[in-house]
Structures are given as structure tokens and as C-alpha cells.
């Protein structure tokens, strides 16, 4: 076996070990299991360090099991949480939990056949016909009230941190949680759980049931939580969360999102959310920091994850769309890219609506400038930023005489207009 230990301990993914959970790793194929929330239909970046967990544990050689939380969702998870989640039902959990495999099919390998490809789970398909009784019968005696209180995630809302207080049945989400891995441990011989930092209590948890109900061992593993070295959240940008799902972050965002990303951070996320190897990242590192302006470490990382989310085709766009305001591009180049990959480029840039008969009659450029758009005071300032050769049409100089048509638009929609290299604005058709 490969040593996955060491593997996601270079690359600064271990935050707990439990003692003994390296040997037992090497020495035969192991199980290991991480629980997903399916409280959306797509996975966020967030979400992305335990899959990458996942996806390095199969390489190294072991069998990795995706758990969908379908009944832990509908109780809601109190650790690092000032508020109870809203609570979800089984047909909308179900939803989410297919889209979820199919973004976890782009990481892991489900389907070769392989003595050690990944499994899928829910918890709710073992926990809907758990009644109340057996539960609290059969689980709840094993673990005290004076455990599940010494856990920082329920000490935190009882002792006033958060002002909401917990009920009940968030109290009781380390037993559920607990039980997935005692059910898992018998069921699937899964031995190890893994998780973010915060989870170190409600993993331990299901450790602790496994010994006292079995008498037998099983392992917990955490990866810290990741932060930016500007201390704002990881994961997501001024339009919330940086999703996987290009119905909610479009490539083109998604990978301004890593490029964009400090240098202190870049050498961090390059080892964590790549499988780039250690010497060639030493190496990258190391070009890096003999020219920082050239953005080595963001250009690398950001086109490593948005080909492994998304597709290579994605990337080249989402490059092209990238080269639009700060590179030579022309107009071929902006007819290229699509209706929303081109309002995301132009975000923030001034904007106006003029109408279909506009273009179709012919619009002179003067009247595009000023009077339709007011991009410009006047005609007379129009007409002396055209004889200074300073006005563009879709990145194409332009003179006095020009007149838009329907050829100039972009997606049978807009029209770049620009003055000098950095004033843009965009005439919207209506």
C-alpha cells in the first residue's frame, strides 16, 4: 500500500490522527468513509478538501465510501453553526444526492470495477425504518449524556457562544452520526472516518460506540479547516459561494476565483487541491517566487481545478474569456464567448439598452457615444475621441463614420464599446 498518511501530511491536509491509524493503513486494504450534507445539488469548493481526502485514499490503494447525510440532513449538524439548518424532504434530498454522485463521479472511480472503487451510501436508506424506541434503546444507552456534553460543538451553544441555544434533535446528531460509522464498521467493514477539523468530535463519537458495543477499534481522521491568509472565508467570493456546478459558478468565475488567489494561499491550495507531485511543485514554487508577477503557483492551480471540476474545453474558454479585458483580444475572440460569460466579464461596466430597430436601420457611432447611450457628454466630445483614434468598436478601432449593425453584435445581444484601453461600456439590444 502506498502511505496516505505521509502523502496528505506533506501536502498539509492532517489536522487528527488517532494513534495507530498509519500502521493500519498499511497493512492491508482499508475502508474509510467521509459524510457529505446533501443540503444543495451541487458541492462547493468547501466541500472539495474531503473529496480530495477521499480521492488521495483511493490512490494510495483503499476503498473510499461517499456518505450522503439524507438523515443526518434532515436533523442539521451543530458544529461551527450559530443557527439550525432548515430541514429538507426526502424528495428534494434524493435530488441533490444524484446530482452530488455525478460531481463525485469526476473525482472518484465508481464504476471500473476495481476491488477498491467507491461506493455511494445514504444514511437515511438504514435510519427510515429506525424507530425512536430502538434507537434510544439500542444506540443511546452505549454513549452518556456526560460524554456527548464534553463535545466543543454542543459546550459552544450551551455555553452562550450562540444565542440560539440547541435543541433536542441537534443535541442528538453526534448519536446519528455515530451510528452511521457503527453501521458502516459492521456493515461495510469501514474502519476509518474522515472530516473537516470541526467534525473531530462527532467522528470520535462513532469511535467510541464502535468500542463499546463491539469491543473493537476503529480510527477518526480530520483535515483543518481552510482559510485565507487575508482571514475572509474560504470558498466564497462577493456572489456567495464558489459552486461546482456551472449552473451556479460558471467556469469563467470559477477560475478567477483561484487565480486571484493571494500568494501565501496559492502555495498553500496547490498541494491541497491538486495531485500535482511534491518535486514538481517544490519546482513551481521555487519559479514562483523568482518572478511573483507572472502568477506561476494562481495560473497552475487554477488551471488544475477548473479542468478537474469542469473540462479542459471549460479552461481554454474560461483563459479566453480571462484574456478579454487584460489581453490583445479581438472581436472574433468576444463573439465567442457566451451571452452570461460575457456579462460576467463586463460586470460593474456601465451599460444601456438600445433597440432592435437601432441596429437594424444602422446606428451611427456619434449617436452610440452620446445621445443613445451617454457613455460619452456629447457629440462633440464623441467626434473628437474618434479623430483621436481613441474609440473601439467590439476591440476594433473605428472612425467618424462607423455605423452598428446587427454584424457588430455579440450573441445577437451587445456591443463593446471602448475609449482608450481601460473605459468600456456595453450597449444592451432590447
Not at 230 to 256: C, H, M, R, V
Not at 301 to 311: I, P, Y
Not at 403 to 418: C, G, K, M
Request: proline share 2%; hydrophobic share 40%; glycine share 8%.
Amino acid at each position: 500500500m502506498k502511505n496516505f498518511i505521509e502523502e496528505v501530511t506533506w501536502r498539509g491536509m492532517l489536522h487528527d490522527v488517532m494513534p495507530g491509524t498509519e500502521e493500519h493503513l498499511l497493512e492491508q486494504m482499508r475502508a474509510a468513509y467521509v459524510g457529505i450534507d446533501p443540503t444543495a445539488d451541487s458541492l462547493h469548493i468547501g466541500h472539495l478538501v474531503s473529496v480530495m481526502l477521499l480521492k488521495h485514499f483511493q490512490l494510495a490503494g483503499h476503498k473510499p465510501f461517499a456518505l450522503i447525510g439524507g438523515a443526518t440532513g434532515m436533523v442539521g449538524d451543530p458544529s461551527g453553526k450559530s443557527n439550525e439548518r432548515n430541514l429538507l424532504d426526502e424528495e428534494t434530498l434524493r435530488h441533490n444526492q444524484n446530482a452530488i454522485k455525478t460531481q463525485l463521479e469526476r473525482f472518484l472511480d465508481f464504476n471500473s470495477g476495481a476491488e477498491n472503487a467507491a461506493v455511494l451510501v445514504n444514511n437515511y436508506d438504514w435510519m427510515k425504518e429506525f424507530s425512536f424506541l430502538d434507537f434510544i434503546r439500542n444506540v443511546g444507552k452505549h454513549i452518556t449524556v456526560n460524554y456527548m456534553m464534553a463535545k466543543d460543538s454542543v459546550k459552544k451553544r450551551l455555553n452562550g457562544e450562540f444565542q440560539e441555544g440547541m435543541s433536542f434533535t441537534e443535541f442528538s446528531y453526534q448519536l446519528l452520526q455515530g451510528y452511521d460509522f457503527l453501521h458502516l464498521y459492521k456493515d461495510k467493514s469501514v474502519s476509518l472516518q474522515m472530516g473537516g477539523s470541526d467534525q473531530w468530535g462527532n467522528i470520535t463519537t462513532g469511535t467510541e460506540l464502535i468500542r463499546r458495543t463491539l469491543g473493537e477499534k476503529a480510527y477518526a481522521l480530520t483535515c483543518p479547516l481552510i482559510t485565507k491568509a487575508d482571514g475572509t472565508k474560504f470558498g466564497k467570493s462577493e456572489g456567495g459561494n464558489i459552486w461546482l456546478s456551472a449552473d451556479y459558478t460558471s467556469p469563467y468565475k470559477f477560475y478567477q476565483y483561484w487565480v486571484n488567489v493571494s500568494d501565501v494561499d496559492a502555495e498553500k491550495y496547490i498541494k491541497i487541491f491538486t495531485f500535482i507531485s511534491r518535486e514538481e511543485i517544490e519546482a513551481l514554487i521555487a519559479e514562483h517566487s523568482q518572478a511573483p508577477h507572472l502568477r506561476v503557483l494562481q495560473k497552475r492551480l487554477a488551471a488544475e481545478v477548473t479542468t478537474m471540476v469542469h473540462s479542459k474545453e471549460d479552461l481554454d474558454n474560461a483563459i479566453k474569456a480571462s484574456g478579454i479585458l487584460f489581453g490583445n483580444s479581438t472581436s472574433a475572440d468576444l463573439k465567442q464567448l457566451d451571452a452570461k460569460t460575457f456579462l460576467e466579464v463586463f460586470d460593474g461596466v456601465p451599460r444601456a439598452e438600445i433597440s432592435k430597430v437601432d441596429v437594424e436601420t444602422g446606428l451611427n457611432i456619434v449617436d452610440a457615444l452620446a445621445g443613445k447611450s451617454g457613455f460619452l457628454p456629447s457629440n462633440g466630445e464623441a467626434r473628437r475621441s474618434l479623430q483621436a483614434n481613441s474609440i473601439s468598436v467590439n476591440r476594433e478601432k473605428v472612425a467618424e463614420e462607423y455605423v452598428i449593425t446587427q454584424a457588430d453584435l455579440i450573441n445577437n445581444q451587445f456591443v463593446l464599446l471602448q475609449k482608450g484601453k481601460k473605459n468600456y461600456f456595453v450597449l444592451s439590444v432590447k
